[in-house]
């Protein structure tokens, strides 16, 4: 053997040695999972960041969302805001129910604007000029899922280091109850209304998480309003991470919905018990389900608690309900393989 060969052989074994310990690392901090800085509900801020007052419905999904939201910050934080049922109605002027530094920007630059402030901040704390702020961009699934989705895109893929939370109430409820690429397969709304040519709208909702992490991200997750420690935290450890997070927030919407405003954390809730809104995470590319729902409810009996579902109880739209569940189905076991494959610590079950 000569010395070139034995010198490339010592260094091939030098590095399969460092991918292994690596690997051995990242096993190791996955079995200790990562450290949530709220255990308890004593632990929670009592500092107040979103005030009341603001001009949002009874029951509201996004306000709720809005509250638990800015009791993850950590410290100096900044809101770049989409157009959106949040925006407008927190920011009437002369009024606001921020308490943190918010701007309202248009629906598709979002995401842009608040790059353009990362790279700022980032460039005046080298100056001396100024200390470190976190970036966060908030908008409804018209202004991140649709609208907005090629700034967002290009944010992700550009590696600013900020904070996006899409929270999602499945159409553009601010507007008139609009379908968006987020409304659910069968739903009603005002675009996709129920009648002789369709049932609703037939198309399947938009996987913006998993175009979010397609992107490679360091840190993607969903989560509802129902389990507000889970939530809290996942904003907290988004905020955290190194490069671009993503958060997608099921936020029901009582007006668009249809149901009675005290319902809305039950609602979120069965989202869950159903399957039919999984609760998961990306890190670094490998999967866990962060609610595993062992013994799920049947989908029909999330999709009988809203008014916008109704018309699919018709002995006519029987072959829709059981569209939706088997698609319900189908996807809990595309994260389930996605879990088994990247993440050999999860549970089996």
Known sequence: MTTTTTEEAAKAEAAAAAQAAAKVEQSQDRK?????????????????????????????????????????FRGPAMIFNATCCVEVST?????????????????????????????????????????KSDV???????????????????????????CVICYDNEAYNNTGIQ????????????????GEAQQGKMEWKKDILGIAIAHHIPYAA??????????????RRAIEVDGPAFLHVLAPCQL??????SQTIQIARL????????????????YTINRRVPSPKPVVEYLKT??????????????????????VDKNWQRLVTLERATNPEAPKT
């Open 271 to 286: 989202a869950v018990d159903t399957r039919f809104f999984p609760v998961y995470e990306c890190v670094d590319g490998v």
């Open 91 to 131: 920011s009437p002027y002369p009024y606001t129910a921020w308490g943190v530094p918010w701007a309202h920007v248009l629906f598709q630059n979002t995401a842009a604007s608040a790059s353009g402030a990362v790279e700022a901040i980032n460039k005046m704390c080298e100056e001396g000029r100024a200390k």
């Open 136 to 162: 966060i961009v908030v908008g409804g699934d018209g202004g991140i899922v649709d609208i907005g989705i090629a700034t967002l895109s290009g944010v992700l893929e550009r590696g600013h280091d900020l």
């Open 179 to 194: 379908r968006s690429g987020a409304t659910p397969l069968g739903a009603w709304t005002t675009t996709s209304e129920v």
């Open 222 to 235: 969903s989560a509802t309003i129902a389990d507000w420690r889970d939530f809290i935290n996942k904003v």
């Open 306 to 327: 809203q008014g916008r579902f109704r018309h699919l109880f018709e002995e006519k739209n029987k072959w829709l309900l059981e569209k939706i569940q088997q698609g």
């Open 256 to 261: 668009g919905w249809r149901y009675d405003p």
């Open 32 to 72: 200790e999972g990562y450290r949530p800085f709220l255990t308890k509900l004593a632990d929670l801020p009592t500092e107040e960041l979103f005030g009341p007052g603001h001009r949002l419905c009874s029951g509201c999904g996004p306000a709720i969302t809005m509250r638990m939201m800015t009791k993850a």
